[in-house]
């Protein structure tokens, strides 16, 4: 009795641990649907708490942040923010007892210390502080409008980043500070130099350890201006920098003292003192171009002060810095159209190329946002879609203009698009007026061994065939697309300056109409149903206004005696003149 008395604890024991190990399959389905059903409550939760962010209807919002430049403020609610934020909860409880608005506003530019967070990057933060969910990047503020690229190292998805860590530091929500600074880490080595200084900037302001001495690092092995350098960074951050490329490079006291006179002009830039800039560059041994004078006044200064220092002639608008930087690479990076003009009109090249591949189109486009691109305000569009506008036109009107082409650049293919396009229809309008004539001067040109570009992976049929057309070859690897397109466009010029030697006032009228009606379709009066009978109308009118200006201009050439040579194997009745008059 005893023993057995002695046993039971022991038994007792062993029950409950084998009940515990071991639970009935009705505990563990009770488990299972506790655990379902609360995952449930909190997705639910989650949902419903988001209609107070994107449902009119639930517009229950007690305080307003306003943004610069927007027009509408962001609707909140303080009891949530104050219970998910401690930054908030202390904002609305030193604002709760004085102020008397029903519905507080919150600047927010008077919210940061340091940085900027546009409306998108808050409401992308918001929507987390409500429903604990971290969406996608909305597209339209965090990729760019340049077709080839990835968008994972780009400006714009940088610059998102960049915000998205500014609120979460600022509004103190650690987790997100954890996770941008993850991703942030990740664009450091993949991005360029200079799409590195914003993440550099937020690290230093956040302070962000471990990513400020990585884009440190970054920064100091590259071969980033030094001038550039101490004009975009804190001053302790600029030194560091320095200290560490001392360490790395010996330098002699020549470059210290072509840095101190390049320092010298630069500062009298800075001062927007012209003339103090004249007089030290004719003191000096140091020229404009030496001091990449006119790089930094294009990246920081007036528009007004770089017309003044265009206007002095004493350096290269075409000159290229160090990094392979022309000036006009730098207007692309500051995006102000007034600067590209007054550039282009200096006579800068838009077929330029960094070493990298990059033209100054293809910067504008990775620094712009679809949301920038296709926005309008009042009716005009934005700086950056202006800037692009203008750029692509320039390459467009002189397709001609000889840049260097590097055949590697992944980024290549669109530029060359640009002028091809151009150049085909170029070609087309010379085929329609006088056939004969062009046809000969494609045969000088070999155009027929090379195959039509018509922007479209298959080329629809086209009036004024002017070579092959050719399915896309899904093995081309894009150094062969680009020697391709390179070998098209290089027949193509010859085609046109074949025309524009032998018939100069012809070429003048098709150039002037191109420059006019590029993105609209050459006149095809063999298919004049085609359109509205407004556009009818229109075509027919501006087909007959363009016949006749190339009927004045090719008798022009011919009482100048211009059109002969190898191009007179034309006969009579398959002349320009003919063509003409057989037109319908």
């Given at each position: 009795m005893?023993a057995?008395t002695?046993?039971e604890?022991?038994?007792?024991?062993s029950?409950?641990?084998?009940?515990l190990?071991?639970?009935?399959?009705l505990?563990?389905t009770h488990?299972s649907?506790s655990a379902?059903?609360?995952?449930?409550s909190?997705?639910?939760l989650s949902t419903d708490?988001?209609?107070?962010?994107?449902s009119s209807?639930c517009?229950y919002?007690?305080?307003?942040?306003?943004?610069?430049?927007e027009?509408r403020?962001?609707g909140?609610?303080r009891c949530?923010?104050?219970?998910?934020?401690?930054?908030?909860?202390?904002?609305?409880k030193?604002?709760s007892?004085?102020?008397?608005?029903?519905?507080?506003?919150?600047?927010?530019k008077?919210?940061?210390?340091?940085?900027d967070?546009g409306k998108e990057a808050?409401?992308?933060?918001l929507n987390?502080?409500?429903?604990?969910?971290?969406?996608?990047f909305?597209?339209?503020?965090?990729?760019c409008v340049d077709?080839?690229?990835?968008h994972?190292?780009?400006?714009?998805?940088?610059d998102?980043?960049?915000e998205l860590?500014?609120?979460?530091?600022t509004?103190?929500?650690?987790?997100?500070?954890?996770?941008f600074?993850r991703r942030?880490?990740?664009?450091?080595?993949k991005?360029?130099?200079e799409?590195?200084?914003p993440?550099?900037?937020v690290a230093?302001h956040?302070?962000?350890t471990?990513l400020?001495?990585?884009?440190i690092e970054?920064?100091?092995r590259s071969?980033?201006?030094?001038?550039?350098i101490?004009?975009?960074?804190?001053?302790?951050?600029s030194?560091?920098?320095?200290?560490?490329?001392?360490k790395?490079?010996?330098?002699?006291?020549?470059?210290?003292?072509?840095?101190e006179?390049?320092?010298?002009?630069?500062?009298?830039l800075?001062?927007?003192?012209?003339?103090l800039v004249?007089?030290?560059l004719?003191?000096s041994?140091?020229?404009?171009?030496?001091?990449n004078?006119?790089?930094y006044?294009?990246?920081?200064?007036?528009p007004?002060?770089?017309?003044?220092?265009l206007?002095?002639?004493?350096?290269?608008?075409?000159?290229?810095?160090?990094?392979?930087?022309?000036v006009?690479?730098?207007?692309?990076?500051r995006?102000?159209?007034?600067?590209?003009?007054?550039l282009?009109?200096k006579?800068?090249?838009?077929?330029?190329f960094?070493f990298d591949?990059?033209?100054?189109?293809?910067?504008?486009r990775?620094?712009?946002r679809p949301k920038d691109?296709y926005?309008?305000?009042?009716?005009e569009?934005?700086k950056?879609?202006?800037c692009?506008?203008?750029?692509?036109?320039?390459?467009r009107r002189?397709?001609l203009?000889?840049g260097?082409?590097p055949?590697n650049?992944?980024?290549?293919?669109?530029?060359?698009?640009m002028?091809?396009l151009?150049?085909?229809?170029?070609?087309?309008?010379?085929?329609?007026f006088?056939p004969?004539e062009a046809?000969?001067a494609?045969d000088?040109a070999?155009?027929?061994g090379t195959?039509e570009?018509?922007?479209f992976?298959?080329?629809p049929?086209s009036n004024?065939?002017?070579g092959?057309?050719?399915?896309?070859?899904?093995?081309?690897?894009?150094?062969?697309?680009t020697?391709?397109?390179?070998t098209?466009m290089?027949?193509?010029?010859?085609?046109v300056?074949?025309?524009r030697?032998?018939?100069?006032s012809?070429?003048?009228?098709?150039?002037?109409?191109?420059?006019?009606?590029?993105?609209e379709d050459?006149p095809?009066?063999?298919?004049?149903?085609?359109g509205?009978?407004?556009e009818?109308?229109?075509k027919?009118?501006?087909?007959?206004?363009?016949?006749?200006?190339?009927?004045?201009?090719?008798?022009r050439?011919?009482?100048?005696?211009i059109?002969?040579?190898?191009l007179?194997?034309s006969?009579?009745d398959?002349?320009?003149?003919?063509?003409l008059?057989?037109?319908t």
């Amino acid at each position: 009795m005893a023993a057995a008395t002695a046993m039971e604890p022991s038994s007792s024991i062993s029950f409950t641990s084998s009940h515990l190990s071991n639970p009935s399959p009705l505990l563990a389905t009770h488990q299972s649907s506790s655990a379902n059903l609360e995952a449930a409550s909190l997705a639910k939760l989650s949902t419903d708490l988001e209609q107070l962010l994107t449902s009119s209807d639930c517009d229950y919002t007690d305080a307003e942040i306003t943004f610069q430049g927007e027009a509408r403020a962001v609707g909140v609610h303080r009891c949530l923010l104050a219970a998910r934020s401690k930054f908030f909860f202390e904002l609305f409880k030193k604002d709760s007892a004085k102020s008397e608005e029903k519905k507080p506003k919150y600047p927010m530019k008077d919210l940061l210390p340091h940085g900027d967070v546009g409306k998108e990057a808050f409401l992308h933060f918001l929507n987390y502080v409500y429903t604990g969910k971290l969406k996608p990047f909305p597209v339209e503020v965090s990729t760019c409008v340049d077709t080839v690229c990835a968008h994972d190292s780009c400006r714009p998805a940088i610059d998102f980043a960049v915000e998205l860590m500014y609120a979460s530091y600022t509004f103190q929500i650690t987790e997100l500070v954890s996770s941008f600074q993850r991703r942030l880490c990740n664009y450091v080595e993949k991005s360029l130099v200079e799409n590195v200084l914003p993440i550099l900037l937020v690290a230093f302001h956040c302070d962000l350890t471990q990513l400020l001495d990585q884009c440190i690092e970054r920064v100091a092995r590259s071969d980033l201006d030094r001038f550039y350098i101490e004009k975009e960074l804190p001053l302790e951050v600029s030194e560091k920098i320095k200290k560490l490329r001392l360490k790395s490079v010996n330098t002699d006291e020549g470059v210290d003292k072509l840095v101190e006179r390049t320092g010298k002009v630069l500062k009298a830039l800075d001062s927007d003192d012209v003339e103090l800039v004249k007089l030290l560059l004719t003191e000096s041994d140091t020229t404009l171009d030496q001091a990449n004078g006119l790089h930094y006044v294009v990246a920081y200064s007036d528009p007004k002060v770089v017309a003044e220092v265009l206007a002095l002639d004493m350096a290269d608008v075409n000159y290229r810095n160090s990094r392979g930087y022309t000036v006009l690479h730098y207007a692309a990076m500051r995006r102000e159209p007034s600067i590209i003009i007054s550039l282009l009109k200096k006579g800068a090249n838009a077929s330029d190329f960094t070493f990298d591949g990059r033209s100054a189109v293809n910067i504008c486009r990775r620094l712009t946002r679809p949301k920038d691109y296709y926005t309008k305000t009042a009716n005009e569009a934005s700086k950056d879609r202006l800037c692009i506008d203008i750029l692509e036109r320039e390459i467009r009107r002189n397709p001609l203009a000889s840049g260097d082409t590097p055949t590697n650049s992944h980024s290549m293919p669109e530029d060359l698009q640009m002028r091809l396009l151009y150049l085909e229809k170029r070609v087309g309008l010379a085929q329609l007026f006088f056939p004969t004539e062009a046809d000969v001067a494609m045969d000088i040109a070999n155009v027929e061994g090379t195959s039509e570009f018509t922007g479209f992976p298959v080329p629809p049929p086209s009036n004024g065939s002017t070579g092959n057309l050719t399915q896309v070859d899904l093995n081309e690897t894009p150094y062969m697309q680009t020697k391709r397109l390179l070998t098209r466009m290089e027949a193509l010029m010859k085609t046109v300056e074949t025309g524009r030697r032998y018939f100069p006032s012809c070429s003048e009228v098709l150039d002037k109409y191109m420059d006019d009606y590029m993105d609209e379709d050459i006149p095809d009066m063999s298919h004049p149903e085609k359109g509205s009978v407004k556009e009818r109308r229109w075509k027919r009118m501006r087909y007959k206004e363009l016949k006749n200006d190339v009927k004045k201009a090719y008798n022009r050439d011919k009482q100048a005696k211009i059109a002969r040579s190898c191009l007179s194997v034309s006969s009579p009745d398959s002349s320009l003149r003919g063509s003409l008059e057989n037109q319908t």
